[in-house]
């Protein structure tokens, strides 16, 4: 008994010290993919189509309120055959406006793919960046700070976000998005209307918590039109 309580206490002392001897770290990609022009514009293309399909879906829908109140001002006035072909009419172009927005915007529609189609180069491209920072140093897992996992605390210096930009060849520093971008802009054309443009803005993605372990970087989320 007492020699299997020995081995026992080795084997944890043992694991404990392999644990120890590994080294981890973690990126935050929604900080990388602020670097990158091509997310940027694979962001803004989303955003475009999002916005166009919507319109196209909520006239549909108009469409359709207003054949249903034409109806219900003239049904007194309708023989019961032109009321069945009325109401199925109405039934047609409601059940189009649905099949569009499902097409368009469900779980495997068209602003699915083309953000998968848009996007997923970008996060490889991240991802090939991170394997080789990560055998460069010695890392056995790497974390992914902006996809929320339930790390509660990240030291700054396991942070390798910075090395994997300039793996990729961009340089690191302050970003925004392009509705900053704008309202800077903005204020540079009209000084005093935003104190001359001299906001300052915060890396995004820093001092957000951590993700999901071991996994391909996803995308941050770009969501366009959820």
Known sequence: MMKRRWILTGIAALVALVAQAQ????????????HMESYVAAQKEVNDLSSQWQKEIEAK????????KAYQAEKILLTQ????????????KRLEAKDMQKAKFGVEGELFKKREELVKP????????????SSQLGLMVVFDKAS???????????????????K???????????????????????PGS????SKQTTPPG???TPTRTGERPPGGGVRDQQ
């Open 23 to 34: 080294k981890f770290g973690y990126v935050d990609t929604k900080y990388i993919l602020s």
């Open 61 to 68: 829908y108009e469409a359709v309120e207003k054949l249903e």
């Open 81 to 92: 055959e032109m009321r069945t072909k009325r109401e199925q009419e109405i039934a047609d």
């Open 122 to 133: 970008l996060q490889d491209e991240i991802y090939e960046a991170i394997k080789e920072v």
């Open 148 to 166: 929320h996992s339930n790390m509660l605390y990240t030291n700054p210096k396991h942070d390798i976000s910075d090395k994997v930009l300039k």
């Open 168 to 190: 990729m060849g961009l340089t690191p520093g302050e970003t925004m998005d392009e509705e900053e971008k704008e309202e800077k802009e903005e204020g540079e054309k009209e």
């Open 194 to 197: 935003r104190d001359g443009g």
């Open 206 to 208: 820093k001092g957000q």
